[in-house]
């Protein structure tokens, strides 16, 4: 029998396997994916007029204003500065395809970041229970109404991206968040096997940019932590725009989007119904009965509330509150 032609290894040398860019792509999946092990609070509040509540048991959709109409001119943007010097900290000690990777991110960021690239639409809750600050501004100085939704672990409506998201005001939990996740990435980029080529480098970065967009989201100014907010956010792409709805707000036109939060014709699942504190009881326990009858709702169904009552006293009205977004 003839010997092998194998060609024989060099002493000391070792076969090298370059990494797949299918495979790279994976790894980057899964680091980007630490958002969805987030824990959300299992009721969410959402403060409105009566007019708003009406509206939302009627049509079983709530209201998610465009990024660029919420009454936050920081949204989206608030995090933007620690982004890009997280991303230039790593920078410092980077070599290969992780140095690459970086430069790019940084370079392109400004026009990459998420406000500019896409809109998104956030319905607001929180999981302050009978907030009088809550109350004040979005609960129409209390003469509103406040929805407890349950939040229930079931697959979304089909063809809905939107997810809820905790806020976070700490520059500081930015900080240390963006660090440990492109750190992560780098990580990855810096395996044996990860060429610095333009596919391996582009897929890098949007991994990177996939991180950026979640801080995005999530990052609001600490002025605005007495709000305890954990949003609905759903994304609508240039393409889609045209589905955005127009109202108006003091003055203003106001793009949003309605939202179904349940799929298959499934009711909000409501948990109480807190009624203002400077809102008329037993009139408004009747109409709120009559509302969900109308909507479907019946009181032996896990979805139907307890219609219950502030346990403030009635607000002090010194100023008209800003309008609800």
Avoid at 63 to 82: G, K, P, R, Y
Avoid at 88 to 116: C, H, M, W
Avoid at 212 to 218: D, G, L, M
Avoid at 287 to 316: T, W
Wanted: proline letters at 6%; charged letters at 25%; aromatic letters at 6%.
């Amino acid at each position: 029998m003839p010997k092998s032609h194998k060609r024989p290894h060099s002493k000391g040398r070792r076969a090298r396997k370059w990494l797949d860019p299918l495979a790279l792509d994976r790894m980057f999946d899964k680091v980007v994916g630490f958002t969805s092990g987030i824990e959300v609070p299992r009721v969410l509040y959402h403060y409105t007029s009566w007019e708003g509540a009406k509206g939302i048991i009627s049509s079983q959709q709530f209201w998610a204003t465009a990024h660029d109409c919420t009454n936050d001119q920081a949204e989206l943007v608030s995090a933007d500065s620690i982004i890009v010097e997280v991303a230039k900290e790593l920078r410092k000690n980077a070599v290969g395809a992780t140095a690459k990777v970086l430069d790019s991110f940084v370079a392109e960021y400004p026009q990459k970041q998420i406000a500019r690239m896409i809109t998104v639409c956030l319905a607001c809750f929180s999981v302050a229970r009978d907030d009088e600050s809550q109350w004040m501004r979005y609960g129409d100085n209390g003469k509103g109404i406040c929805l407890g939704v349950r939040v229930i672990d079931e697959a979304p409506p089909e063809g809905s991206n939107g997810r809820l998201i905790i806020v976070d005001y700490s520059e500081g939990s930015w900080r240390k968040t963006l660090s440990e996740e492109f750190g992560k990435v780098c990580s990855v980029l810096s395996r044996p096997g990860v060429l610095t080529t333009p596919l391996n480098c582009k897929l890098g970065v949007s991994a990177l940019n996939r991180i950026a967009a979640f801080a995005s989201i999530s990052a609001k100014q600490p002025q605005w932590a007495c709000e305890h907010e954990v949003r609905h956010a759903t994304l609508v792409p240039p393409a889609s725009r045209s589905q955005l709805r127009e109202r108006k707000s003091a003055g203003q036109v106001k793009h949003y989007l309605p939202v179904t939060v349940r799929s298959d014709g499934k009711r909000v699942a409501f948990s109480e119904i807190t009624i203002g504190p400077n809102r008329g009881i037993e009139e408004t326990r009747d109409q709120l009965a009559q509302l969900l009858k109308e909507a479907g709702y019946k009181e032996d169904d896990k979805e139907y509330p307890e219609i219950r009552v502030s346990a403030l006293p009635p607000l002090k009205l010194n100023e008209p509150s800003p309008a609800a977004e």
